[in-house]
């Protein structure tokens, strides 16, 4: 026979164990972690890309920065791309880094950007899009090493602001051979 008092209490029980359990999680003590962009290995280069779109699709720009193992700038980017995704402004942006990075003859690169989505899209099987496989045929060219990692937002700031200054730019692509005084503090 159905006991409503039964259920009841069966619901306040499970409540009470969610609430303990959330408390308990709660208590844990917390690391803080600073995030910031961290240099690439000695004669290595690091790149890091961003892409970004008002509204999706919108406006998109995307961004990046070229530096050394000391932190020294090499060159960076902000490019226009009109009005894409925010997933395809991300790629527009790794294909315009590595084509600024190949046209310098880096033989060394390690290519950071905070986009997991992107990361995984260039690591994984996927062939759909031609953006990609422009960039899998760039990434996978034997004349340079390429080292592709996620890094958190926090460390990828330079190529983010370049990114939005892409987007309202009416150039499709300013070079930047020296970085401006405020990205200086964004590292």
């Not at 209490?9 to 003590?29: C, L, R």
């Not at 290995?41 to 000391?70: C, F, M, Q, Y």
Request: charged share 20%.
């Amino acid at each position: 026979m159905f006991c409503p008092c039964e259920v009841i209490k069966n619901y306040g029980k499970d409540i009470i164990t969610a609430m303990m359990h959330a408390s308990n999680v709660m208590a844990q003590p917390r690391t803080e972690i600073f995030m910031r962009w961290e240099p690439p290995l000695e004669n290595w280069i690091k790149l890091n890309v961003d892409g970004a779109s008002k509204g999706n699709p919108g406006l998109a720009g995307g961004g990046g920065a070229l530096r050394t193992h000391k932190g020294d700038w090499i060159k960076g980017f902000a490019a226009n791309f009109g009005i894409c995704s925010s997933v395809k402004a991300e790629m527009l942006a790794v294909l315009q880094g590595l084509w600024l990075a190949w046209n310098l003859g880096i033989l060394r690169l390690e290519l950071h950007m905070d986009s997991k989505v992107m990361v995984d899209t260039l690591t994984g099987a996927t062939k759909n899009y031609f953006i990609v496989k422009n960039c899998k045929e760039l990434l996978h060219d034997l004349r340079w090493s390429i080292k592709l990692s996620h890094c958190y937002r926090e460390s990828n700031r330079v190529a983010d602001r370049l990114a939005n200054l892409g987007i309202g730019q009416s150039t499709p692509i300013v070079i930047f051979e020296t970085p401006s005084h405020s990205w200086l503090y964004l590292t």
